[in-house]
């Protein structure tokens, strides 16, 4: 991913907090040459390895499992996003821009064999999204259909090796534009908008708890609009 260094985040907590803020993510690797993506939800384990670890499955009749023992994949975790009118700025020379945050886990691959281990990261995948309901839903490993459906898919971790977060949230305007930017968000409504103007407010007013505030780069989004 091109991050330039006025966007980078690279704080280990915050891009965990960050992935479990955003666990369905995108499976990138390699088959036969050509790169094949699964959209999976994922669990992290912040202190297994040296950098976390990512657990996960697929279906056994997707293909993609089968070359990607070993091989070193990227996880994609995308938060929100938004359009920046131009007119926002209130300035000229400016141009349109997408403000958005996303985290890049890269690291290699290790199939889980033993049926009974991928039952429990079932349960505890389900035990994580079911957790906060009103009236959760309780795995059962010692149902019988349960063996039965979990020989049907392929489990797996991904021990990070390397990282890297972009918040790219205008950092390269004057604060009186992100300002404006804030505003134009909220006034416009809906979650992805909310979201990053509460982003850019909090980087602006330098709170840790959300992201790290990021030096001013030069004006200008066109040569790093991605």
Do not use: C
Request: charged share 25%.
């Amino acid at each position: 991913m091109y991050v330039p260094s006025h966007y980078a985040e690279a704080d280990l907590p915050t891009l965990f907090d960050f992935i479990e803020q955003h666990l369905f993510g995108l499976l990138i690797s390699q088959q036969d040459g050509v790169p094949v993506a699964t959209h999976l939800p994922f669990l992290l384990d912040r202190t297994a390895g040296e950098r976390g670890v990512l657990s996960a499955h697929v279906a056994r009749q997707n293909p993609q499992w089968k070359e990607f023992d070993g091989q070193q994949v990227l996880a994609i975790f995308h938060g929100p996003h938004a359009y920046v009118s131009p007119a926002w700025y209130e300035a000229e020379k400016v141009v349109p821009t997408w403000n958005y945050v996303a985290v890049h886990a890269y690291g290699r691959v290790k199939l889980i064999e033993d049926l009974d281990e991928t039952i429990a990261l079932v349960r505890e995948l389900t035990d994580r999204f079911e957790r906060s309901r009103p009236n959760p839903w309780t795995f059962d490993p010692s149902a019988p259909f349960v063996r039965k459906m979990a020989a049907q898919i392929v489990a797996f971790r991904i021990e990070i090796e390397r990282m890297e977060g972009k918040w790219k949230l205008n950092q390269n305007h004057p604060e009186e534009r992100r300002r404006r930017v804030i505003d134009r968000l909220r006034d416009q409504g809906g979650e992805d908008s909310e979201e990053i103007a509460n982003l850019m407010a909090a980087m602006l007013a330098g709170t840790k708890d959300t992201v790290r505030p990021l030096p001013p780069a030069p004006h200008g989004d066109l040569g790093d609009a991605s």
